[in-house]
Protein backbone atom coordinates (compact mmCIF):
# COMPACT_ATOMS: atom_id res chain seq x y z
CA UNK A 1 0.00 0.00 0.00
CA UNK A 2 1.20 3.65 -0.64
CA UNK A 3 0.02 6.33 1.22
CA UNK A 4 0.12 9.35 0.61
CA UNK A 5 -0.84 12.58 3.08
CA UNK A 6 -1.73 16.13 2.89
CA UNK A 7 -3.53 18.60 3.34
CA UNK A 8 -1.10 20.31 6.19
CA UNK A 9 0.13 23.95 6.32
CA UNK A 10 -0.26 27.36 8.58
CA UNK A 11 -2.88 27.69 10.56
CA UNK A 12 -3.67 30.45 13.99
CA UNK A 13 -3.99 29.00 17.03
CA UNK A 14 -8.01 27.80 17.69
CA UNK A 15 -8.21 27.22 13.72
CA UNK A 16 -9.49 24.39 11.98
CA UNK A 17 -7.57 22.06 9.48
CA UNK A 18 -8.65 18.68 7.69
CA UNK A 19 -5.46 16.25 6.36
CA UNK A 20 -6.41 13.64 4.06
CA UNK A 21 -4.18 10.25 3.45
CA UNK A 22 -4.97 8.79 0.10
CA UNK A 23 -4.01 5.49 -1.11
CA UNK A 24 -3.03 3.31 -4.11
CA UNK A 25 -2.16 -0.18 -4.30
CA UNK A 26 -4.59 -1.78 -2.10
CA UNK A 27 -7.92 -1.27 -0.69
CA UNK A 28 -8.03 0.85 2.16
CA UNK A 29 -10.94 -0.98 3.49
CA UNK A 30 -9.38 -4.11 4.55
CA UNK A 31 -7.01 -1.74 6.76
CA UNK A 32 -7.47 -0.47 10.01
CA UNK A 33 -5.93 3.40 9.84
CA UNK A 34 -3.98 5.31 12.12
CA UNK A 35 -3.03 9.01 12.31
CA UNK A 36 0.32 9.81 14.15
CA UNK A 37 2.98 12.95 14.64
CA UNK A 38 5.99 13.79 15.75
CA UNK A 39 7.37 16.82 16.92
CA UNK A 40 11.30 18.24 16.66
CA UNK A 41 12.80 16.48 19.20
CA UNK A 42 10.02 14.07 20.66
CA UNK A 43 8.95 10.66 20.13
CA UNK A 44 6.08 10.14 17.76
CA UNK A 45 2.96 10.30 19.50
CA UNK A 46 -0.46 8.68 18.92
CA UNK A 47 -3.12 10.25 17.62
CA UNK A 48 -6.19 8.15 17.04
CA UNK A 49 -7.09 5.76 14.72
CA UNK A 50 -10.06 4.38 12.55
CA UNK A 51 -11.56 0.97 12.19
CA UNK A 52 -11.59 -0.93 9.25
CA UNK A 53 -15.13 -0.09 8.41
CA UNK A 54 -14.99 3.02 10.04
CA UNK A 55 -17.17 2.59 12.81
CA UNK A 56 -14.97 2.97 15.75
CA UNK A 57 -12.58 5.45 16.74
CA UNK A 58 -10.12 5.95 19.43
CA UNK A 59 -7.78 8.90 20.07
CA UNK A 60 -5.20 9.99 22.62
CA UNK A 61 -5.75 12.22 25.35
CA UNK A 62 -4.45 15.21 23.58
CA UNK A 63 -6.46 15.79 20.70
CA UNK A 64 -9.35 14.04 21.68
CA UNK A 65 -12.63 16.25 21.58
CA UNK A 66 -10.73 18.26 19.20
CA UNK A 67 -9.59 15.85 16.67
CA UNK A 68 -11.93 13.49 13.93
CA UNK A 69 -10.84 10.68 12.10
CA UNK A 70 -13.47 10.07 9.47
CA UNK A 71 -12.89 7.49 5.96
CA UNK A 72 -14.29 6.89 2.66
CA UNK A 73 -13.47 3.92 1.62
CA UNK A 74 -15.39 4.22 -1.83
CA UNK A 75 -12.52 6.80 -2.13
CA UNK A 76 -9.77 5.18 -0.52
CA UNK A 77 -9.04 8.37 1.54
CA UNK A 78 -9.07 8.63 5.39
CA UNK A 79 -9.51 12.05 6.74
CA UNK A 80 -8.36 13.80 9.78
CA UNK A 81 -10.31 17.13 11.06
CA UNK A 82 -8.41 19.13 13.26
CA UNK A 83 -10.09 21.93 15.41
CA UNK A 84 -9.61 24.26 18.01
CA UNK A 85 -6.15 23.86 17.21
CA UNK A 86 -2.87 24.73 19.65
CA UNK A 87 0.73 25.73 19.55
CA UNK A 88 1.55 22.15 20.71
CA UNK A 89 -0.39 20.54 18.11
CA UNK A 90 2.46 22.07 15.90
CA UNK A 91 4.13 18.58 13.86
CA UNK A 92 4.43 15.98 11.28
CA UNK A 93 1.40 14.52 10.88
CA UNK A 94 1.54 10.76 9.31
CA UNK A 95 -1.13 8.23 8.40
CA UNK A 96 -0.51 4.71 8.32
CA UNK A 97 -2.55 1.65 8.07
CA UNK A 98 -2.24 -2.20 9.89
CA UNK A 99 -4.73 -4.94 10.17
CA UNK A 100 -5.18 -4.26 13.84
CA UNK A 101 -6.67 -0.78 15.44
CA UNK A 102 -4.36 -0.11 17.62
CA UNK A 103 -2.26 2.61 19.22
CA UNK A 104 1.17 1.11 18.93
CA UNK A 105 3.12 2.77 16.13
CA UNK A 106 4.78 -0.75 15.75
CA UNK A 107 1.70 -2.68 14.41
CA UNK A 108 1.07 -0.49 11.29
CA UNK A 109 2.89 -1.83 8.45
CA UNK A 110 2.87 1.30 5.73
CA UNK A 111 2.76 4.75 6.22
CA UNK A 112 2.21 7.56 4.41
CA UNK A 113 5.30 10.46 4.00
CA UNK A 114 3.65 12.79 6.43
CA UNK A 115 2.59 16.57 6.23
CA UNK A 116 4.09 19.65 8.09
CA UNK A 117 1.26 21.30 10.55
CA UNK A 118 1.90 24.52 11.87
CA UNK A 119 0.28 26.31 14.43
CA UNK A 120 0.95 29.74 15.33
CA UNK A 121 -0.02 31.65 18.38
Known amino acids: VQLQAFGGGLVQAGGSLRLSCAAS????????MGWFRQAPGKEREFVGVISRGGGATYYGDSVKGRFTISRDNAKNTVYLQMSSLKPEDTAVYYC???????????????WGQGTQVTVSS
Open 96 to 110: ACGSVATTSPNMYAF
Open 25 to 32: GRTLGNYA
